[in-house]
């Protein structure tokens, strides 16, 4: 199975902040990464898909990169509604897997 | 719009069973594949099951942890999704989310959400 493993596990940022999350998975997974935002009691809502394409809809705040093993979030001018916690996720081989979450408090 | 909208959960024994249910509308069901999720209280995702569409042959893939105990099914002249939870532990207490999978590079990732049933089980 392959790992993912995010960090940090949780964050304190202020509104205006620029936050980098990363992923990092135990073997090479090109870019078939993709990053969900997840509010507490909600579903999760999809931001990025291969690695850095925006899901439609998502502002361009969020943006995405990285290939292979090592992979990153960074949300640019934090405001009040993205406190959520945030999920990578492969999906190129299976049992398809998340990483454990960071909780971005603000 | 797209929509998908579970149904099914509750509270059941342990050594019990439960069938979920997700209705799609908004969008052609029959060309895409279709998953299930779910998160355990306070935890993070766990993928359950795969369903693939018909031109993938309709075939599945489960996660070791609900493989034999756990059934996923679809009915694409109804637009549902179905799984069959028999066995059921209580480490199967979560939320579980219908996910619909669009097509990247051979691949498929998540793009749309339901927003989930919570499956509870407990003597």
Known sequence: ?106 | EVQLVESGGGLVQPGGSLRLSCAASGFTFSDHYMDWVRQAPGKGLEWVARSRNKASGYTIEYAASVKGRFTISRDDSKNSLYLQMNSLKTEDTAVYYCARAAPHSGSYYFDCWGQGTLVTVSS
């Open chain 1, 1 to 106: 199975d392959i790992q993912m493993t995010q960090a940090p596990s949780s964050l304190s940022a202020s509104v205006g902040d620029r936050v980098t999350i990363t992923c990092r998975a135990s073997q090479g997974i090109n870019t078939y990464l993709a990053w969900f935002q997840q509010k507490p009691g909600k579903a999760p809502k999809s931001l990025i898909y291969a690695a850095s394409s925006l899901q439609s809809g998502v502002p361009s705040k969020f943006s995405g990169s990285g290939s292979g093993t090592d992979f990153t979030l960074t949300i640019s001018g934090l405001q009040p509604e993205d406190f959520a916690t945030y999920y990578c996720h492969q999906y190129t081989s299976y049992p398809l897997t998340f990483g454990g979450g960071t909780k971005v408090e603000i």
